[in-house]
């Protein structure tokens, strides 16, 4: 009996170190500088796979003391501070899909011209809009590839696997320039539950992604916070009421009426007279770059200590603007 189980336990000592070898042989690292013959990532360019990118933005926060003199109260200019929303560096990406992909490899192009995989893990939606179809895959990159300018392509698997059929996202490339500003342009108390939306036109942009929605019990005010620095979608804990692409269009203003053709709409809902929406407007680029966007309203919050009793409180922009339909 001793033998056998002497036996047994080498047999299982031996099957363990097969399984160890299996394993660190399936999980070697990931190739870390690309095949300059791979210019082209296999799969079929698809224009429901929509990818943007830019480069991370900090939100400046400027911190001001209201002190009274007399019967005259004084707004006093503390300083400001840069607070960093992602890794310093980073370039981040949304990637809008509306293909039958449950996943996606996210490449971007190296030194040498080639693509490689920037991932050693498929990327899963933490945002999906059941009605149409459409799913949210964002992504931050903080050690891009030093190839001008910098280039990337989502690919989507189906059911777990990439083929010819694929899709494929725009190459979207982001440049060195920051976003520029896009200015709010309509009343903000319309007197009509499908509002208009209108802003600043900026003449390089292809088209607009128009967020419509408000925040959720959840959310913190570090998140509100954060929520001032450039981005199609807040992604954070909000309600979506409207998601949408809207095409550049001729003239000095570009709008929207919520309910009218002629947008790629993601996800809509009932708006009512008296709720608060929040409108977020970002303007892209041909290229899938985020060239412009809207600071919108200013969030005020408490200085660090907590508290307004010292008179002391912070500003900065929110990056949207609050609408509130009202019955004239």
């Known amino acids: 009996m001793k033998r056998s189980f002497f036996n047994s336990r080498v047999a299982t000592a031996l099957l363990a170190l097969v399984a160890a070898a299996a394993v660190t042989?399936?999980?070697s690292k990931r190739v870390t500088?690309?095949?300059?013959?791979?210019?082209?990532?296999?799969?079929?360019p698809n224009a429901n796979s929509r990818l943007i990118g830019w480069r991370a933005t900090p939100v400046t926060v400027f911190t001001y003391r209201d002190t009274a003199f007399g019967d005259v109260s004084e707004?006093?200019?503390v300083g400001q501070q840069q607070i960093d929303v992602t890794t310093p560096g980073s370039l981040r990406l949304q990637l809008f899909d509306g293909t039958a992909a449950s996943g996606y490899q996210m490449f971007s192009r190296d030194a040498n011209g080639g693509f490689r995989n920037r991932l050693d893990h498929v990327l899963t939606s933490p945002r999906k809009w059941t009605e149409s179809q459409w799913e949210l895959y964002p992504l931050d990159d903080p050690s891009p590839s030093s190839y001008s300018p910098s280039t990337y392509v989502g690919r989507g698997l189906v059911g777990g696997t990439a083929t010819t059929t694929s899709p494929l996202s725009n190459l979207a490339q982001v440049t060195g320039s920051p976003a520029g500003s896009i200015v709010w342009a309509i009343r903000k108390d319309p007197p009509d539950s499908l509002?208009?939306?209108?802003?600043?036109?900026v003449p390089e942009a292809a088209g607009y992604w128009v967020h419509v929605y408000q925040y959720t019990s959840s959310i913190t005010s570090d998140a509100k916070l954060r929520g001032g620095s450039p981005s199609p979608v807040f992604n954070d804990k909000v309600r979506?009421?409207?998601l949408g692409y809207?095409?550049?269009a001729a003239g000095p203003v570009v709008s929207y009426k919520l309910g009218a053709p002629g947008a790629l709409v993601l996800t809509r809902r009932t708006t009512l007279m008296g709720q608060t929406y929040l409108v977020r407007v970002s303007a892209v680029d041909a290229n899938g770059g985020l060239i412009a966007y809207m600071p919108g309203d200013t969030l005020r919050l408490p200085s660090a200590s907590g508290t307004f009793t010292d008179g002391t409180y912070t500003l900065s922009a929110v990056g949207h603007v609050a609408i509130v339909p009202a019955k004239p």
């Open 240 to 242: 979506d009421i409207f």
């Open 75 to 77: 707004r006093i200019y």
């Open 25 to 27: 042989a399936g999980c």
């Open 33 to 44: 500088s690309a095949d300059s013959g791979y210019t082209q990532v296999e799969g079929t």
């Open 195 to 201: 509002f208009t939306m209108a802003w600043s036109q």
């Open 246 to 248: 809207v095409p550049n």
